[in-house]
């Protein structure tokens, strides 16, 4: 079975975007991009959130082809471009859609039917509704939290809407030079 890994950058009091969805306090450097393309290694399949996808959408299919293109956008836009898609939505519908599905409802047998598809792991970056469906649903095996050095004070909060406790085990941790620790849980 697949694996179904959640990264999502965080600050230090839980939160993954400013009061209106600021994200540029999250630090990026050569090294985390280089940390996050070994994960992307083991992974054929991207799931977003509408909002999400269509940011990425926006961005990478062609990132790498820009004349400024960094080592990171034309690693990460091949991975993009060559990877499967699922979204999770009720507003899109996968016509026009190029190796994307689209999952609006049955979440926990459509996931587990990928899971159970042959191939390498699910990653999930950001996206933090469709993250918190799927946590509440328990599909989401392991975590890699990263804890940015800043308190926002207010914001979008990482988790919401879990109503039992999820019980973890701490795998590793991981820190950067730009100050961000990864965190890795699995779920027991």
């Not at 054929?44 to 996808?53: N, W």
């Not at 191939?119 to 649903?137: R, V, W």
Request: glycine content about 8%; proline content about 3%.
């Amino acid at each position: 079975m697949r694996n179904l890994i959640f990264f999502m950058h965080a600050s230090l009091d839980g939160f993954v975007a400013g009061p209106n969805g600021e994200m540029n306090w999250i630090k990026l450097d050569e090294e985390l991009f280089d940390f996050v393309a070994t994960m992307t290694d083991t992974a054929d399949t991207a799931l977003y959130g509408r909002v999400t996808y269509d940011m990425m959408q926006s961005y990478w299919p062609k990132a790498g082809e820009q004349p400024n293109a960094t080592k990171h956008d034309k690693e990460h836009s091949a991975w993009y471009n060559k990877v499967s898609k699922v979204v999770l939505s009720t507003t899109m519908n996968e016509s026009g859609l190029t190796n994307t599905k689209v999952i609006s409802d049955e979440l926990t047998e459509n996931i587990n039917k990928i899971k159970n598809q042959g191939g390498k792991n699910i990653l999930i970056f950001g996206s933090p509704g469709a993250s918190n469906s799927l946590l509440a649903l328990g599909l989401i095996d392991e975590f890699w939290l990263f804890v940015n050095p800043i308190i926002l004070g207010r914001g979008k909060p990482l988790f919401t809407g879990i109503n039992e406790a999820i019980k973890l085990k701490f795998a590793e941790s991981k820190t950067f030079a730009c100050g961000v620790i990864a965190l890795h849980y699995c779920k027991l």
